[in-house]
């Protein structure tokens, strides 16, 4: 127990000492904590509609519930491999708007 709170004494410490010797105005430069996780900046791969699961839709899409993700996966199964991402925009509850908001994230 003492030997974990001491790890993480020291691992605090060491950023704090990080931080701290960055050159004037450097600080500008250094990304703030804020619990939060921008998800546009944090896709590094795309996601097929045509074989991810409901859950990996939703988790990867944004404004994309597991609802949608559902409809997306069952209009597949029901006509087949989408032939391009803007074919989403058939499904129903998906528009022009999200399926653009999302062309970054999406792939066949």
């Given at each position: 127990?003492?030997?974990?709170?001491?790890?993480?004494?020291?691992?605090?410490?060491?950023?704090?000492?990080?931080?701290s010797?960055?050159?004037?105005?450097a600080?500008?430069a250094?990304?703030?904590?804020?619990?939060?996780?921008?998800t546009?900046?944090?896709?590094?791969?795309?996601?097929?509609?045509?074989?991810?699961?409901?859950?990996m839709?939703a988790?990867?899409?944004?404004?994309?519930?597991?609802?949608?993700?559902r409809?997306?996966?069952?209009?597949?199964?029901?006509?087949?491999?989408?032939?391009s991402?803007?074919?989403?925009?058939?499904?129903?509850?998906?528009?022009?708007?999200l399926?653009?908001?999302?062309?970054?994230?999406?792939?066949?």
């Amino acid at each position: 127990m003492q030997s974990g709170l001491i790890r993480m004494l020291c691992t605090s410490l060491f950023l704090l000492s990080a931080v701290s010797v960055l050159p004037a105005g450097a600080s500008d430069a250094v990304p703030r904590l804020t619990g939060k996780i921008n998800t546009a900046e944090t896709v590094t791969t795309k996601v097929s509609v045509n074989q991810a699961t409901a859950e990996m839709l939703a988790e990867a899409m944004n404004g994309v519930g597991l609802k949608k993700a559902r409809a997306i996966v069952e209009y597949r199964e029901q006509y087949g491999p989408f032939s391009s991402v803007e074919q989403l925009e058939e499904v129903p509850g998906i528009g022009a708007a999200l399926v653009e908001r999302n062309m970054s994230r999406l792939t066949l």
